[in-house]
């Protein structure tokens, strides 16, 4: 069985400032971790992912994330906000294999970019 | 190359009434999926398909019916509509050979 618990339901920024999203996981197998974006009233977007190989993980619009093994962590961050960065974030995860595409979702953070 | 398409976008039903969400993606993907998604509750796996054929339950399929008779067309029956199937539906596909997972648009669904 999977689980994803993201810390912080909202979550405020000032332009300019580092953006941390937190995510942690359960998982009984290797996971598979994404995190994924919506923006207002439209699906959801990959931002990242992490299969295996190199734990820290870059994706579009300057985020990276870092899966950490032992702290069952996948945070997702950006240096510099910006507000376009506006949108509501989803980290999910997968056990792979066959279960490729079934995955468990966590709460969502919205994240808010103040000028 | 449309990607994920859901029909329609919005929808309002009556207690009781039946309807069908429908989704269909063009890029041959093997796995389709469905999910429901809710205020503070993130994104719920109702059914899922690994092909043509095969669909299986996830977390709250109760209400609902998938069949998959094709690669390309998943749709989602509600048998007897709900309030509490008020919700945003998501449609979603992958390759089995690439984790990442496609998402359509959308469909709002307000049952009164």
């Known amino acids: 069985a999977q689980s994803v618990t993201q810390l912080g339901s909202h979550v405020s920024v000032s332009e300019g400032a580092l953006v941390l999203l937190r995510c942690n996981y359960s998982?009984?197998?290797?996971?598979?971790l994404f995190w994924y974006v919506q923006y207002p009233n439209q699906g959801l977007q990959l931002l990242l992912k992490?299969?295996?190989?190199?734990?820290l993980v870059k994706g579009i619009n300057g985020f990276e994330a870092e899966f950490k093994k032992s702290e069952t962590s996948f945070h997702l961050t950006k240096p510099s906000a910006h507000m376009s960065d506006a949108a509501e974030y989803f980290c999910a995860v997968s056990a792979g294999g066959t279960s490729y595409g079934k995955l468990t979702f966590g709460q969502g953070t919205i994240l808010t970019v103040h000028p | 190359n449309a990607g994920v398409t859901q029909t329609p976008k919005f929808q309002v039903l009556k207690t009781g009434q039946s309807m069908t969400l429908q989704c269909a993606q063009d890029m041959n993907h093997e796995y389709m999926s469905w999910y429901r998604q809710d205020p503070g509750m993130g994104l719920r796996l109702i059914h899922y398909?690994?092909?043509?054929?095969?669909?299986d339950q996830g977390e709250v399929p109760n209400g609902y019916n998938v069949s998959r008779s094709t690669t390309e067309d998943f749709p989602l029956r509600l048998l007897s509509a709900a309030p509490s199937q008020t919700s945003v539906y998501f449609c979603?596909?992958?390759?089995?050979?690439?984790?990442?997972?496609?998402f359509g648009q959308g469909t709002r669904l307000t049952v009164v």
């Open positions: 992490y299969t295996t190989g190199a734990t």
């Open positions: 998982s009984s197998v290797p996971p598979y």
């Open positions: 398909s690994v092909g043509a054929g095969i669909t």
């Open positions: 979603a596909s992958s390759h089995f050979m690439n984790t990442e997972a496609f």
